[in-house]
């Protein structure tokens, strides 16, 4: 267990559906990441946040949202979706800009 | 942005030999390495990091070198163990205080033969 958790482990869900992704960071850490990853497009990162504040940010696509909130978990929302965007989505935390922790990852499966 | 191409994209070694993996960057104000470990079903798995002010590091079994001339980085394993069999992935980015984006390898395959 690597101390990330992720919430649900699968998902499956139709197109043009929204879902919504949970992640809650280890203890003490203050960033979340997330990244996506794809058989076609390997593993690629989506957004940044630290105690709450958007750090950095990737190629998100508009559809795709995300926030941390005042506890330090964060969620992924993702609107509209198509079969593309089936894929394993990835949180990480760290407690300084180092050193990602990954969780387990969400399966989803868009139908 | 920042490229990082990772090469082989499967290796096969038998158990107890050495395995290398290299990966190249593009930015170079890429200033943080790290590879990964990740094992079928599970998430990446931070095995070894290295900074640009350093060019190698060494924990047990794996080290990394760097050369920040040709930019280029490698994962070394000695005495290979079937427990290492996993898809390993590189990564690189510019940490600033803003934060610390990586840009992945497209990963290889490893595969520890008895």
């Known amino acids: 267990d690597s101390g990330v958790t992720q919430t649900p482990k699968h998902l499956i869900t139709a197109t043009g559906q929204r879902v919504t992704l949970r992640c809650s960071p280890r203890?003490?850490?203050?960033?979340v990441y997330w990244y996506q990853q794809s058989l076609d497009q390997g593993l690629q990162f989506l957004i940044q946040y630290y105690n709450g504040e958007e750090r950095a940010k990737g190629n998100i696509l508009e559809r795709f949202s995300a926030q941390q909130f005042p506890d330090l978990h964060s969620e992924l929302n993702l609107s509209s979706l198509e079969l593309g965007d089936s894929a394993l989505y990835f949180c990480?935390?760290?407690?300084?800009?180092?050193?990602?922790?990954f969780g387990s990852g969400t399966r989803l499966t868009v139908v | 942005g920042e490229n990082v191409e990772q090469h082989p994209s499967t290796l096969s070694v038998q158990e107890g030999d050495s395995a290398v993996i290299k990966c190249t960057y593009s930015d170079s104000a890429s200033n943080y390495f790290p590879w990964y470990k990740q094992e079928l079903g599970k998430g990446p798995q931070l095995i070894i990091d290295i900074r640009s002010n350093v060019g190698e590091k060494k924990d047990q079994r794996i080290a990394v070198t760097l050369n920040k001339t040709a930019k280029h980085f490698s994962l070394h394993i000695t005495e290979t163990q079937p427990e290492d069999s996993a898809v390993y992935f590189c990564?690189?980015?510019?940490?600033?205080?803003?934060?610390?984006?990586?840009?992945f390898g497209t990963g290889t395959q490893l595969k520890v033969e008895l």
């Open positions: 990564a690189a980015s510019r940490v600033t205080g803003g934060g610390n984006k990586l840009t």
């Open positions: 203890s003490g850490d203050l960033s």
């Open positions: 990480a935390s760290s407690v300084s800009h180092y050193g990602y922790t």
